[in-house]
């Protein structure tokens, strides 16, 4: 989680091809993006990046307010390809599943009532 303005904070997660969910920390998801990081047990991987942005309400996550899904592919040495994985698939390939989805929400508001 990093805060964004007081009243926001991004979640980031990568979803495997085996209905996996990894969450990201922020810092770790800029340093991949710059080429600065590798992430090596993601060596050789397919993954969709998974970015929520969330409203807090007195610091607690409140509801998700954007969601983006791009797909990711990580190099031999857990780098990010330059340009992505070449397109095997339309957009909706990227989305979570219903059961990915529920984990997510499951990480981000706990197990407890949450809005959409």
């Not at 007081?6 to 091809?17: I, T, W």
């Not at 807090?56 to 992505?84: Q, S």
């Not at 397109?87 to 990480?107: D, F, H, N, S, Y």
């Amino acid at each position: 989680m990093t805060p964004m303005d007081g009243a926001h904070a991004s979640y980031v997660f990568l979803l495997d091809d085996a209905g996996g969910i990894h969450p990201l920390p922020h810092g770790l998801y800029v340093a991949l993006a710059r080429g600065e990081a590798s992430a090596s047990e993601f060596a050789g991987q397919r993954m969709r990046v998974a970015d929520w942005y969330v409203r807090l309400a007195d610091g607690v996550p409140a509801d998700v307010v954007n969601e983006t899904y791009l797909p990711i592919h990580f190099e031999g040495d857990g780098r990010p390809a330059p340009g992505g994985p070449p397109e095997t698939a339309g957009r909706g390939a990227w989305l979570p599943t219903q059961a990915e989805r529920a984990r997510m929400r499951e990480i981000v508001f706990g197990s407890g009532p949450e809005s959409e």
